[in-house]
């Protein structure tokens, strides 16, 4: 089992930033990709960002040019800098982990942009 601690979420103004961060422990033997999903008020859980354990990104069309996802493979640590957050970004952001096939999450972190 790998587990996944979150930190980092919180009340921010628009225009602000917050930065998340996930740790994961237990089990890791070769985490293939770390990632960050969100859900928001009334929707589906959709993709925010990923990095790949070789440094490969990709993100979400609607975080481009405003999050940066960033990892520390030393730490098993993956980051996610949210700058120019806006009101539409309020949702629990959740931290994944691919490993072999298995995919993990953490227990969500609650972000929340007033305007």
């Known amino acids: 089992q790998v587990q996944l601690v979150e930190s980092g979420g919180g009340l921010v103004q628009a225009g602000g930033s917050l930065r998340l961060s996930c740790a994961a422990s237990?089990?890791?033997?070769?985490?293939?990709?770390m990632g960050w999903y969100r859900r928001a008020p009334g929707k589906q859980r959709e993709l925010v960002a990923t990095?790949?354990?070789?440094?490969?990104?990709n993100y979400a069309n609607s975080v481009k040019g405003r999050f940066t996802i960033s990892g520390d493979n030393a730490k098993n640590t993956v980051y996610l800098q949210m700058n120019s957050l806006a009101h539409e970004d309020t949702a629990v952001y959740y931290c994944?982990?691919?490993?072999?096939?298995?995919?993990?999450w953490g227990q969500g972190t609650q972000v929340t942009v007033s305007s």
């Open positions: 994944n982990v691919l490993q072999r096939g298995y995919v993990y």
């Open positions: 990095i790949t354990s070789g440094g490969r990104t």
């Open positions: 237990g089990s890791i033997f070769s985490i293939n990709t």
